[in-house]
């Protein structure tokens, strides 16, 4: 996705220690006490009264100027009260989504913070943003996108009270003046603004950040497009949590002002089905959508999967050429007879497609290429989690106009993986796992085949060992790893199904505890690789191999 410019505060003079503690002792009564002062705040041409609220454009992404996402009151969760209570666009920022509904209460995200309300106190609460993308495994995307330390284990924080805690925190931030300046700053307090640090200062050479638990303050030592040198951005962890894809879709994309108040239990967005609308993709490109599509050219396995499951083949123009077969998809009979395409640009617009679906790594010129020629090309995020795999069948079904069905495969597909990870869940131990491919990597941090390990009930040696999402990894670091279960592609380069015999067969491995007590397996292709609602599947899999006595 495209990189945003970051939020700038300029350098504040260095604050004393003892003004920190003055700062920390009034941020914690107003935490205690809740005593917020309404600010009065400007409103302007670009937003409006609306039923029991406000609308407003000035963060929608898009030119269209009739666009946009409206906090109101409706259905007594009173975001609207709330925004007006903290300050407004002032102090929260403007409105970057619509009320969502994410783990049985309403969301709904602006420039600065995620809201969460909470039906006991009839309050918003400020969501710890940085910490949840965390446990939704967004961190690798955070690093390669933001440069975004992984939160700090804090080992050195065992048998702490919780007072001393805090305080270990605060002493963090006074290592980098500017950085603790721009955090003591923090409105409307600086534990609301930015809670604790969950990271120490990291010097990444051009950059140095810090991680909180709702945003990321980095300090440039370098000049760059979007800062000085010397000088202190902040990404919040509201708009991290949109670009991630954390944010669904239906609730990121800006909607005009009779849209914006659809009663709030249903999907916040345009009635299902219905056109025209507008969908923002992965680049962050906003495309008008005057027409259902029915000439769909998929570029991509994951699409071919989800459009086969989302609508009537006759509207599929062309599929990848991998689609018909058994061993890659699981949606091979319904592909059977359909047009297949590769990446050439010239093949794609002979079929005259209204719309195709590609993917952020697929071939950029000849994406370009489509775009030039007038082709509306929507592209995806790639997916390194089911918890964006979920937000993206959703997406997809938007984009089609089926969104009844999609959250029917969402349905499907959350339903089996309780099933398996309740069943798992039951296991006195969990297994020590290793993924190994034909090309000889391994799903490491932040891939769909660690989350895959995970939710069926085993530890990833590779994560453990820090390696990357599809990291190189050699005989030796097997042999020091000594995973108990060894699991292996289906995939045979060349046709040379026997690497798998001679992979286990060699003679380094003959200590390795999956090798010796014959723990090595094969999942199907079709399930390990995939990106659409059939991951669950391979969850079931991996899980039967880990705990075969209690998942069936």
Known sequence: MERARPIIRREHPMVGRHRHIVAVVAGLWALVLALMAMPVFAQSAQDWEVTGGRFYTQASGVSDAQLGFAITNSDDVQFWDEYERRGGPATLGYPISNRFLQDGFWVQATEKFLLQWNPQTKRVDFVNIMDRLSDEGYDTFLFLSRQTPRPDSWSDEAGLTAWEVILNRFSVIDTNPDISSVYWSGQPTPLRAFGLPTSRTVDQGDVVTLRTQRAVLQQWQVTTPWAQKGEVTINWGSQLARESGFVPGYASQPVDDKTALVPAKAPITVASGTFPRTVVDATGQAHYMKERPQRIVSLTLGTDELLLSLVDPSRLAAVTFLAPSSIWTNVADKAQGLKTVGSDPELIAALQPDLVIAATYTNADGIKLLKDLGFQVITMQLLDSVAQIKDNIRFVAQVVGEETKGEQLVAQMEARLQEVEAAAAKATSKPRV??????????????????IIKRAGGINVAEEAGIGPFGSISLEKIVELNPDVIIMDQYSPDNQPQWREEFVGHPA????????????????AKHMTSVSQFIAEAVYDMAKVLHPTLVK
């Open 434 to 451: 290793m993924f190994y491919s034909s090309f000889g990597t391994t799903a490491g941090v932040g891939s769909t085949g660690a989350d």
């Open 509 to 524: 491995l003959t200590t390795v505890n999956a090798v010796k007590n014959k723990q090595t397996y094969v999942i199907p």
